[in-house]
C-alpha cells in the first residue's frame, strides 16, 4: 500500500501539463506522415511498407543538406523530392515487375537502410544543432513548432484536397477503390498507383525532415515501425471523427480527424512516460490498438450478416409451417 502510495505521490500533475505542449507539436509533425499512409491504406488500398525507410530518408537528407550549408527550407523540399523517387520506386517495383505491393515496399525499404547510411557518411546518427542553424521547426522553442506543425498540416491537407479533387486525382481513389472498373473505364491504374507511391512516400519523408530538425539529429532507425504508427493515427482520427460527425464527415475533415489522430497518439504517449512505464510498451500498446481497429469492422459485419441469415433460416422455417 506505501508502495501505491508513494509511486501516484511521485507523479506531478503539473509536469504532465508541461509535457502535454511537445506531444501535441510532436503529434503534428507525424500527423503528416499519417496523411502519407492515409493515401495508400485507405486511398489506394495498398499495404506500403517502404515509409519506414522513406522517413528516415527524408530525416537524412534534411540534416546532411543544412550541415552542407544548404537552407533549412530547401533542404525540406529536397527530402520530399527524395520521397518522391523513393515511392516512384516502390511503384515501379510493384507495377511493372509484378512484385506484390507488399514486398516492394520492403524490397524499398530495406535498401533504403544502406541508402540512409551512406547519405550520413555511414554513421547510424548526424546532429544538427539548433544554436548553430536556423532549423524550420525546433523542440527548443515548442509554442512555434506547433504553430509551424499547424501551418504545415494546414498546407498539405489543401493541396491534397484540392489534388484528389482534380481529374487524376479522382481517377486515383477509383484506381483504390475499384481497379477492374477503373482499367474498364480507360484509366491507367498503373500510373495512378505509382502517382499515389510517390506522393504518399514524398509526405512521409517530409514528416521524417522536420521531425528530425525537431529532434536535433537524424538517425537510420527513427522511422522504424513508422507504418504502425500511422495506422494507429488513421484508425483513431476515423474512428473520433466518426463518431462525432458521422455521415458528415467529408473527405477534408477526414484528413483534419487523421491529424488529430496522430496528436491523441502522441498524447498517450506523453501520459505513458508521466506515468513512468516502460516507453518500449508503446509499441505493444500500438499494435493492439491497430489490430482491434482493423478487426471491430470484420467482426461488426460478420455479425450482422451471421444474424441476417438467422432471421432468413426463422423466416423460411415459419414458411415451411
Known amino acids: 500500500m506505501d508502495t501505491v502510495i508513494g509511486y501516484f505521490s511521485s507523479l506531478s500533475l503539473v509536469g504532465l501539463l508541461n509535457r502535454l ?35 528516415s530518408t527524408g530525416g537524412a537528407v534534411t540534416v546532411i543538406l543544412i550541415i552542407g550549408g544548404t537552407p533549412p527550407a530547401i533542404a525540406v523540399v529536397a527530402a520530399f523530392l527524395c520521397g518522391l523517387i523513393a515511392g516512384t520506386v516502390t511503384g515501379l517495383l510493384h507495377t511493372r515487375l509484378g512484385i506484390p505491393a507488399i514486398l516492394a ?3 524499398t525499404q530495406y535498401g533504403l537502410y ?15 544543432n539548433a544554436d548553430k542553424y536556423s ?27 484540392w489534388f484528389f ?11 483504390g477503390c475499384n481497379p477492374s472498373m477503373s482499367k474498364a473505364q480507360g484509366i491507367n491504374i498503373n500510373l495512378n498507383k505509382v502517382i499515389g507511391l510517390a506522393l504518399s512516400n514524398g509526405l512521409v519523408a517530409l514528416s ?17 515501425g513508422a507504418i504502425v504508427i500511422g495506422l494507429a493515427a ?7 471523427g466518426d463518431a462525432i460527425l458521422g455521415k458528415r464527415m467529408n473527405f477534408a475533415l477526414r484528413m483534419v480527424f487523421i491529424v488529430i489522430g496522430a496528436i491523441i497518439y502522441y498524447m498517450v ?38 444474424f441476417h441469415k438467422a432471421g432468413k433460416q426463422s423466416e423460411g422455417g415459419n414458411n415451411d409451417a
Open 114 to 128: 544502406s541508402i540512409n547510411l551512406a547519405i550520413m557518411g555511414f554513421k547510424a546518427n548526424t546532429a544538427v
Open 165 to 175: 479533387g482534380t481529374e487524376r486525382g479522382m481517377s486515383i481513389r477509383s484506381t
Open 105 to 107: 515496399g520492403i524490397l
Open 208 to 224: 521524417g525532415s522536420l521531425f528530425a530538425q525537431y529532434s536535433g539529429f537524424a538517425d537510420v532507425n527513427s522511422g522504424r
Open 234 to 240: 488513421v484508425i483513431i482520427g476515423e474512428v473520433i
Open 21 to 55: 505542449p511537445a506531444g501535441v507539436s510532436q503529434g503534428l509533425i507525424w500527423g503528416i506522415m499519417a496523411l502519407g499512409v492515409y493515401i495508400t491504406f485507405r486511398i489506394l488500398d495498398v499495404a506500403d511498407l517502404s515509409v519506414d525507410g522513406t522517413f
Open 269 to 306: 504517449y506523453t501520459l505513458v512516460l508521466w506515468l513512468k512505464m516502460d516507453s518500449n510498451m508503446m509499441k505493444l500498446f500500438t499494435a493492439i490498438i491497430v489490430a482491434v481497429s482493423l478487426a471491430v469492422p470484420y467482426l461488426k459485419e460478420t455479425r450482422k450478416n451471421s
Open 135 to 161: 532549423l524550420v521547426v525546433s523542440g527548443r522553442n515548442v509554442t512555434l513548432a506547433i504553430i509551424t506543425g499547424f501551418i504545415f498540416c494546414t498546407f498539405v491537407i489543401s493541396i491534397l484536397y
